[in-house]
Every structure is written in C-alpha cells, then in structure tokens.
C-alpha cells in the first residue's frame, strides 16, 4: 500500500512553488463501500470505511482573488494553475482543477464569500483515480477542510461534506450522492460508518475482520471508470422517476415488505430492476449493521453472502458491473472467499472482497491467474483497514 505522502515533503514543495510556508497541512481519505450501492441520492443507508489512501493538501490564504493550483500527480508536474476566483462558474473548467476550484466556488455559494481572496494550494494524493475509492471526494474534502481552517469559517464536517457534493453536483457536473464526501469527511479509524443519507446521520460500527481471522480485500480492475458519461446520471433519474410513480419522495420511503406490491404498480421494466435494486440494497445495508453489531466470528462470516447479493442486483438490475468486475466476484467466491461485491458507482473500478485470512492469498492469486487467462491487465489488490477521516497534520 503507498503511504501517505509525508508532511515535510509537502510543505518544502509549497515553499518551493510559491516562495513562502504553508498555513497547514490537511488530509483527507478516500474510501471503500461496503454495501450500501447507488442508495445514497435515494436518501437511502449506506456502510463506507475511509481508507488509508489520501489526498494531503497544503494551503495558504490569497489576497488578490487568484486561486493558485498545482499537483504532483497531475500529467504535468510543474504546471502551476492559476484561476481567478471571480471567474469560478459551474462549466468554467474541467479536469482535476475543477474539484478544489468547485468547492471555493460552493463555499462562496453559500455564504462564506471570504475565500474569494484566494488562495495557494498544493496536493498530492496515494488515492487511485478510476478506482472506485473516491478520489475526487478526497480532493474536494481535503480542499473544503482546508478552506474552512484557513478563512475561519467554523463549519462541521457534515456541512463541509455537503459542500463538497454540491461542487461535485453543480461545478464538476456529477449527480453524485453524498455517501464519498461524508466517507472522507467523517470516518472513523477500525469502524464502518452507518450513514442515514436523509439526515446525515452517523453511527460508527467497530469493523475488525482480522480480530475474526478474516481479511477484507480491495481488488483495483485498473478499469477506469467515469462517471460523468451519462450512465450514472440516468440510473439517477430512472430511480427518482420510479419514486414519482409510486407516490414517494425517495425510494428510500418504499418498506422493504411492500417492495411486491410497488413493483407490480410499474410498468416500465427498467424502473422495476431500478426499484428492486435500491429497495433491496437498504435492506442489506440493515441486515450488515445487524451482523456487525453482533461483533462475532459467525456473524462476520454471514455478511460475505450478503455482499454477493449485492453484487448481483447491481450486475443485473442496475446493470453497472462489467466483465473484470463479474470475475473477480466469481472467481474469488470460486476460491474460497465468503462474499464479494463490486464497490463504488460501477462500469470498473474495484471490488471488495471478504475472505479467511489465511485463504487471502490464494483468493487474491486466483484472480490474478483469472485476469490473466482472460487477457486482463493485472489487478492491484490490498487490504481495506478502516482509518481516519479528513484531518490537519500540521
């Protein structure tokens, strides 16, 4: 696993693109879901982890409303972008810019019009793009929590989460949920979060698979995928045309035991597969809570099959897997492993994977046969330990 990048290394950087020290150094994680897919925008429960993977940012504050980029892992590492906060608009820019240049401009937005001044940041990030792990929600969270210290604007986590989505939603022109930025926002180290969508209600669950002798597996496709082209966004508006047609705000209001009754009321099959998924899914976001409450080896073990199922709803219903991901979850489970589920918004990306820890390395060793067989460019895979959420170093 690629360590965090350290926090000398970052402020020496600063120093050395804009000729003066930082104000602080933050931090903010990706993450990993464990179930709980494409229910966030439905107001529905989902269950991420923060991931050691970071985005780690180094800012100062401006006076001259300019706000000044740069990244090491952009594909020109010594381009400095500069922006001019009065010229921030939703469609004003695109690439990595876009995400920090979208939450000033949603802070602005919302009433906090001091970040107009500007500012210098510098980031660097271990979090994998393309990968499912919500790269885009570290860099708009690190940026937000940045931001929020540097101006003094006093903001909690969930409001700097929200932020983070509207710039993602309205700037970057994503219709994500607000699942990632709470994630990255609001983790807790060894715990999964149990996150009401509705009311950003949190509620940490203690998550040790290696105290249970098991391990939880990250396997990285290296499929990159998008998710600006359109298919998330129809899956989006297919789900809120579904709740129209039932009568509800958000399929979130549709009881898991009345799901027969409301399918039958639909005429359309797609919004049906929709439905199912979202309903079903709530479900089993409810059903791993319960397992993991019960904090016992055979209870842990129970939650593979359930990210199975999850697997298939979105394989099927929601139709967003893809070729890599079906192997993975069909060749891990074929090895031995309890359950596995892709993970994130789909069409590539990563899957998780929960498994015995002394079967680990077997389960990850056939599916890299499995890729190569299959003429698949070989998988990255690591284990997912639950850590801290956004954060300053320094």
Excluded: K
Excluded at 147 to 166: I, K, T
Excluded at 186 to 215: Q, S, Y
Aim: net charge negative.
């Amino acid at each position: 696993m690629t360590p965090a990048p350290a926090v000398d290394t970052l402020t020496h950087a600063f120093e050395r693109l804009y000729g003066r020290a930082p104000a602080g150094v933050w931090a903010a994680p990706g993450r990993v879901n464990l179930i709980g897919e494409y229910t966030d925008f439905n107001e529905g429960f989902v269950m991420p982890l923060a991931l050691p993977h970071t985005v780690v940012l180094a800012a100062a504050p401006r006076t001259d409303g300019v706000l000044r980029l740069h990244s090491a892992n952009a594909p020109d590492p010594a381009a400095v972008v500069d922006l001019r906060t009065a010229d921030l608009a939703p469609g004003a820019g695109a690439g990595w810019t876009a995400y920090p240049a979208g939450v000033l401009w949603a802070l602005a937005d919302a009433g906090h019009p001091a970040v107009l001044a500007g500012a210098d940041l510098h980031l660097e990030s271990t979090v994998p793009t393309g990968a499912g792990l919500s790269s885009s929600a570290a860099l708009e969270v690190a940026t937000a929590v940045a931001l929020d210290e540097v101006y003094g604007l006093g903001l909690d986590r969930p409001a700097l989460a929200r932020l983070a989505q509207r710039a993602e939603n309205a700037y970057v022109g994503v219709p994500c949920g607000i699942m990632d930025q709470m994630a990255s926002a609001c983790g807790a180290a060894g715990h999964v979060l149990h996150l009401d969508c509705r009311d950003l209600g949190v509620r940490p669950i203690p998550f040790d698979p290696a105290a249970h002798g098991l391990r939880l597996l990250v396997v990285d496709t290296g499929v990159q995928h998008a998710l600006g082209d359109g298919a998330y966004a129809e899956r989006r508006a297919g789900c809120e045309r579904g709740a129209r047609e039932l009568g509800v705000p958000h399929l979130r209001d549709v009881p898991h035991e009345a799901l027969p009754d409301a399918l039958a009321r639909l005429g359309d099959e797609r919004l049906r597969r929709y439905v199912r998924h979202v309903v079903e899914e709530d479900h089993r976001v409810g059903r791993v809570a319960d397992l993991l409450a019960e904090s016992t080896p055979e209870a842990l073990r129970a939650v593979g099959p359930v990210l199975t199922a999850g697997h298939r709803s979105l394989r099927d219903d929601l139709r967003v897997s893809c070729p890599e991901l079906d192997l993975v979850v069909s060749t891990a489970n074929a090895a031995g492993a309890l359950g596995a589920r892709m993970t994130g918004g789909g069409f590539g990306g990563s899957a998780v994977v929960l498994t015995d820890a002394a079967e680990a390395p077997r389960v990850a060793e056939a599916v890299r046969t499995a890729f190569a067989r299959a003429g698949f460019a070989p998988p990255t895979t690591f284990d997912a330990t639950p850590s801290e959420g956004a954060r300053r170093l320094a």
